[in-house]
């Protein structure tokens, strides 16, 4: 039955129940969450040949910390590349679906970071497919390129990925020495134009560094960009390998 205040007879209870309505319609209209747009925008379109364009990218993820991270990206205004594990998505997918609508990529770092090289094709190729469903699934993008774990890789390897697979121009060692400066010493140092660097963001050191590395590039002049940002100009051959745009 509807509530309505003041008519029907049904005097003080009536009337604070419409009251409670009134409140409740208000505190949910205040909860509402911001509209998200209709789809993830798009890629920019950059001239890197005249540009300073790094990547920074971020992988093993989406973990504990990537929430901040991302973060600290949108309020820098940078883009990223994460490559995931598909194990990591689903319990992320919010995360995944975030990195979409921010701009970032979505990139496949197989399903449960095996060592490829050895593997059938067929497991290969299973690695591969579940991460890129599961990756669809949390955020209806398409992963277009790989990176293969331990950065084990070869023709027979490239052939069951199917995609381009991106290295690395700089490794800061992240995952082994956790220490903050050594983080923002390599992220703003080391890079040069055109190149990629290798963050993994379920590191809490890597996530703390970030603030330092995004204003430190900057400095330099440098444009933070998504890895197909930065390959736009080259055509990407599936199974081919690529460290940096130059
Ligand atoms: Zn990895």
Redesign the pocket.
Known sequence: MAVTAGCGGQGEDGQRKAAAARQHVALKKKAAPPARPAAPPAMRRLDCARLKCVALTY??GPGAYTGQLLDMLRRSGARATF?MLGENVRGHAHLVRRMAYEGHELAN?TWS?PKLTGMSGGAVRSEISRTQRAIQEASGVVPKVFRP??GATDAQVGRAVGMPQIMWSVDSMDWLHRNMARNVSAGVKQPKPGGVVLF?DIHQATVKATPSILSGLRQRGFTLVTVSELFQARTLRAGSRYTELW
């Open positions: 992988d093993d490559f770092h970071h774990p331990y993994h």
